[in-house]
Each structure stands twice: as structure tokens, then as C-alpha cells.
């Protein structure tokens, strides 16, 4: 799972290069890359469509990359500031990876010879990554909204908002999802 090998690298640079440490501000952009705007769900995306591709081959990643960069610009349509995080990339990685074995070796009539085999995937994942990216802009923002007040509703309520969420995420441990 190359994507989460990268992000011990990052973290450390990015933890020796802030002020309070080392204070070496190109140490801490270099790891910041990684943790800022959506780059983390895009490296999970490439690196899960190559992981879950036959050979993995790049070109998994490749349409990976194209559709995910088309699911957040068609999401961010509805709404700008629409955040799926790490979802968005999950989603498109087993996508690209699922496309790419199915249709890597399709044939296409000989006018549209040039986007046949391994060229169709980009092509197919772009396309579903529209319809994806149309159902996460009307689907995701209640949900959004729903996660957001919530949270906020844990932080402000003092000691008792703690414990509820101790609690919750002890309860959490055992299914592996804690770090939800």
C-alpha cells in the first residue's frame, strides 16, 4: 500500500520543518504537500487503482487521476465548498481499479481504434466519475452539514462532549474504525 508508506515521510518533514522545531521552511512545505488541498485523497485514489489493477499497470492511475480531478470539479459545481475528503479518492481508486481489469483489453471499431484497450479506461472512469461527481453535489452536502454540526455540537459541549467521544471512538476499536 504505497500510498500510506508515503505519509510517515511526510509527516516527519513536515514536523521537523515547522517553526517550532527546526524552522527550515522548505522541509515543511515539502511535507505539507502531501496533507494540503486534496492531495491525500489523490494519492489514495492512484495508489489504490494501481494496487487493485491486474498488473498494475499505471495507466490505472492515470484514469484515477483524471477522475478524480473530474468528480471534485463537477462536485465543486453545486457546491464550492463541498469536501468529501479522503471519500472522493477511495471511491475513484476501486472505481479506476475495477474499470481498468474489466475493459484494458476492449476492442473498438477500427475509426475508434485510437481509444481502444488500455486508452479506453481514463476515457470510461472520466465519464463515470461525471455521474459520480453530479450524485456527491446534490448527495453530499446535507451529509456534510449533518458530520459539521455534530462535531462541532462534541467540541462545545466541555467534558461531556470529551467523554462522549472517548467513549464512542473505545466503542469503535474493536471493527477497526476508530480513526473514523
Not at 465548498?81 to 479522503?86: D, L, P, Q, T
Not at 456534510?144 to 462532549?161: A, C, F, L, P, W
Amino acid at each position: 500500500m504505497a500510498p500510506t508508506a508515503v505519509l510517515p515521510a511526510a509527516a516527519l518533514l513536515k514536523r521537523l520543518g515547522a517553526p517550532d522545531i527546526l524552522n527550515i521552511p522548505w522541509m515543511y512545505a515539502a511535507g505539507d504537500t502531501i496533507f494540503r488541498d486534496n492531495n491525500l485523497s489523490l494519492l489514495f485514489a492512484i495508489g489504490i487503482a494501481i494496487g487493485m489493477a491486474e498488473d498494475s499497470n499505471g495507466i490505472a492511475g492515470l484514469a484515477a487521476l483524471v477522475g478524480h480531478l473530474v468528480l471534485t470539479s463537477v462536485a465543486a459545481t453545486f457546491d464550492p465548498g463541498i469536501n468529501v475528503g479522503i471519500l472522493s479518492g477511495l471511491i475513484i481508486g476501486v472505481l479506476a481499479g475495477v474499470l481498468y481489469n474489466r475493459y484494458h483489453s476492449v476492442k473498438l471499431p477500427s475509426y475508434l481504434g485510437f481509444f481502444g484497450g488500455k486508452r479506453f479506461v481514463p476515457l470510461l472512469t472520466s465519464l463515470c466519475a461525471v455521474v459520480i461527481g453530479v450524485l456527491t453535489g446534490w448527495l453530499w452536502p446535507p451529509f456534510q452539514r449533518i458530520v459539521n454540526s455534530v462535531g462541532n455540537s462534541i467540541t462545545g459541549s466541555g467534558y461531556i462532549g470529551g467523554f462522549f467521544f472517548g467513549f464512542c471512538n473505545r466503542m469503535l476499536i474493536p471493527f477497526g474504525l476508530h480513526h473514523v
